[in-house]
């Protein structure tokens, strides 16, 4: 707004109050303005550290929890009866609450037979199993085995499997390695090529060409 300053004296002075209360209404804007712009710089300041320091402090968490004298990164199983059978592979050590791949690592046999497991993933990460009884559980899906080329004795007795397509591509199960499927519900229709293909091998697939 615009206050009009009047040559009449009278008016000069009603003028002068009013100038002067314009002033204050500017300042007080201005003042206003510079604590909304602080309060703002304040909060995305404050924001970008706490995220800053949030994120920081999540990937120190994360990368300490394996940077032991084994270190590589933290495995995590999809069934809690398949980690204790590999926990108690490695009794004789202490392995604490996490478990690292390069422990892992080093296990060549598991026997996990009878501890209801249902689910193998998380196995992938035994690069050097060369031997594992599953005898007695509760399995369906074999996928978790494909990457394990280094197996060359494998039970599966008594679970669920259906499929063999997994251990087909595991290039690994070759010529003179043993993998027993007896009492599971394979459609020997169904999977007669993978059954063939693992035959042909030259791998000794019991009840199918022991």
Not at 96 to 123: H, K, N, R, T, W
Request: hydrophobic share 40%; with cysteine; aromatic share 6%.
């Amino acid at each position: 707004m615009r206050c009009r300053i009047f040559k009449n004296s009278i008016f000069l002075a009603l003028s002068a109050l009013a100038l002067a209360g314009c002033n204050d209404g500017d300042e007080t804007d201005d003042d206003s303005d510079a604590g909304t712009d602080s309060d703002t710089d304040t909060d995305a300041d404050s924001g970008a550290d706490s995220g800053s320091d949030g994120g920081t402090d999540t990937d120190t968490e994360t990368d300490a929890e394996c940077t032991g004298e084994g270190g590589g990164y933290v495995v995590e199983f999809a069934d809690p009866n398949l980690e204790q059978a590999v926990r108690e592979q490695f009794e004789e050590f202490d392995l604490g609450d996490v478990l690292c791949s390069e422990e892992l690592q080093l296990l060549m046999g598991l026997e996990a037979s009878g501890y209801g497991i249902a689910d193998l993933g998380g196995i992938q990460a035994l690069m050097a199993l060369e031997s594992a009884n599953f005898f007695l559980n509760d399995v369906t899906d074999l996928a978790p085995l494909a990457g394990l080329v280094a197996l060359d004795e494998l039970w599966l007795t008594h679970n669920g499997v259906t499929d063999l397509a997994p251990l087909v591509a595991n290039e690994g199960i070759a010529d003179g390695d043993y993998v027993d499927l007896v009492d599971n519900p394979i459609d020997e229709t169904a999977q007669a090529e993978n059954i063939a293909a693992l035959c042909d091998r030259g791998v000794h697939l019991d009840p199918y060409c022991p």
